[in-house]
């Protein structure tokens, strides 16, 4: 079966349109139908059911899916392998979100370097659906994120019990009002429990997508806002940020996903031992 192919199925389930898994693919719709048809002459069954809402998979298209997903994943697992530089026995591809590579992940490559010297690491940067849609493709053998989803074939384990808090700029304000709220979107979970309307009866001036970039801003021009305990840290210790000491506090964990089989994999074992190990 060509990977291709394969890889064009699992879009279109991902994504629910010829369409959008032609954008994704970077080639035509067109390229796309044939793929599809050629893989359904292949099989001898018709996989899709198209209609003007989008696409679903019939029962063989269902079945089918996990066998193509296996596929690509032992396809890209042998094409990494086979690119291990030299002096290095395996290679693991991590990747995480940007708000975890400082400290957790940077002390992550750190730790591997100092014990398993031999592993080979290739290290990316991305948001969630990147992240999930390379580790279920085989791009990924570990991806480390905030509010991972339930995904067949992978485990999902605690990396970090993080906790998210409100700190300030420490400037006093003649007026006595507190400094501009910056509002940093933590997901639906944080956005859910009504984080920035504990802070301010106001909407925010200013809202961002990534923590350190919130966290530079209010850094340089004042602010307050919710950050992760382990980023403001080392400002707190200098006394450029303060903790709101009433204000409320939310957890927020970060998980390893990696593939269900890994046991077979001494080399993923001992990478998920190191993300522990940083941690505690």
Do not use: C
Request: charged content about 25%; aromatic content about 8%; glycine content about 8%.
């Amino acid at each position: 079966m060509d990977v291709d192919r394969a890889r064009t199925f699992l879009e279109i389930v991902h994504t629910g349109s010829f369409l959008k898994a032609s954008d994704r693919l970077h080639v035509t719709q067109t390229t796309v139908s044939a793929r599809i048809r050629t893989l359904e002459e292949s099989l001898g069954k018709r996989l899709f059911v198209r209609s003007r809402s989008g696409v679903t998979l019939t029962a063989a298209g269902r079945e089918f899916e996990r066998y193509a997903q296996s596929f690509v994943q032992v396809w890209e697992r042998a094409r990494q392998q086979l690119s291990v530089p030299p002096g290095r026995t395996s290679l693991i591809a991590m990747g995480g979100e940007l708000s975890l590579w400082s400290p957790v992940l940077l002390d992550w490559l750190v730790w591997m370097k100092k014990r398993y010297p031999e592993i080979g690491i290739r290290a990316s940067i991305g948001v969630p659906d990147q992240l999930i849609e390379q580790l279920r493709t085989g791009v990924l053998d570990i991806a480390v994120l905030y509010a991972p989803p339930l995904l067949p074939g992978f485990r999902i384990e605690l990396v970090e019990e993080e906790e998210l808090v409100l700190v300030r700029t420490p400037e006093r304000h003649e007026d006595g009002n507190q400094p501009d709220y910056v509002h940093v979107d933590w997901g639906p979970q944080f956005a859910a429990a009504h984080g920035f309307a504990s802070a301010t009866t106001e909407a925010p001036g200013l809202a961002v997508g990534l923590g350190p970039l919130g966290l530079s801003y209010i850094l340089r021009a004042g602010g307050m806002g919710y950050f992760r305990r382990g980023a403001v840290k080392p400002h707190l210790e200098k006394a450029e940020l303060e903790l709101v000491v009433d204000a409320p506090r939310y957890t927020y964990p970060a998980y390893a996903i990696y593939p269900d089989d890994s046991e077979v994999r001494g080399d993923l074992q001992a990478a998920i031992e190191g993300l522990k190990q940083v941690v505690r």
